[in-house]
């Protein structure tokens, strides 16, 4: 776990999360104006404003995703295991989000592939936050794997526990940026901004990992590909709990595609795309 200083710490658990409130109350005025100025029946007539809407939809997507990060930041100081965790099938789980992700990747040129040595595994987890980790490295994936290229997502169960990998055909990671790819947000250059994003989402990851009582490693070569791993402990709750399909409210916006955004073209975010 990483050690943060004074400054570190203010930044990531007071600071951020301000900047993070501040945003989503001005980026909802402007959701709601947008909706107005070209609502779905207009959109679903005219493919010129279905169009320039969409733009509005993607960068308010991207933003969307952006602030969550921020809000998610605090808990990058904290190296303690999550409270809120239940028996639950990662096997599941992860085909669940492949399919979703699945059509979005084609669209892209990108084919997403799922495999996993067993049918079901169920681990102590917390679902929201694995789902989100997943569709972190998804979104990692597709955004540096040219069109023609392929993501896999691979679940392998060992004595100890299972180890959920993301791999990519992409442009692969610079060997000198490997060590600090998880806290590039923290690099220490105040004028050099991690490509196409803030850098938290790789952080996040790991502090999910972490608070499973896991890790997060990284292989990577340069015009080859990248393979993130996370590996989370063979644990369950002696307790069986019989668990409710996943009813999770996200504010009436796609989660899939909101954790993608930053990957999507601007095609996904057509009114016929997200209904």
Do not use: W
């Amino acid at each position: 776990m990483r050690q943060f200083n004074e400054e570190e710490k203010k930044l990531v658990t007071q600071v951020l999360p301000a900047v993070a409130q501040e945003l989503r109350g001005a980026m909802t005025n402007i959701y709601i104006a947008a909706g107005r100025l070209a609502p779905v029946e207009v959109r679903e007539r005219d493919e010129t404003v279905d169009r320039n809407a969409a733009i509005l939809a993607q960068s308010f997507y991207r933003m969307n995703r952006m602030v969550s990060n921020l809000s998610e930041a605090a808990e990058l100081a904290s190296d303690t295991l999550f409270a809120t965790r239940e028996n639950d099938d990662i096997v599941g789980l992860a085909r669940s989000v492949c399919e979703r992700a699945e059509s979005l990747f084609e669209d892209e040129g990108v084919t997403l592939c799922f495999e996993s040595d067993s049918m079901s595994t169920i681990i102590l987890m917390d679902a929201v936050r694995i789902e989100r980790l997943l569709l972190n490295l998804l979104s990692n994936a597709l955004k540096f794997t040219p069109k023609g290229g392929m993501v896999t997502v691979r679940l392998r169960k060992t004595e100890r526990g299972v180890r959920l990998s993301v791999s990519d055909t992409g442009c692969g990671i610079p060997a000198g940026e490997l060590e600090t790819v998880f806290e590039r947000f923290l690099d220490g250059d105040p004028f050099r901004i991690p490509p196409r994003s803030l850098g938290l989402g790789l952080a996040i990851c790991r502090r999910i990992a972490q608070g499973h009582g896991g890790s997060i490693v990284v292989e990577s070569r340069e015009d080859e590909g990248t393979c993130f791993t996370v590996f989370l402990p063979n644990r369950r709750d002696d307790i069986a709990i019989v668990r409710q399909p996943r009813t999770e409210y996200h504010g009436g916006f796609n989660q899939t595609v909101l954790e993608l955004s930053d990957a999507l073209g601007v095609n996904a975010f057509l009114c016929r795309m997200m209904d």
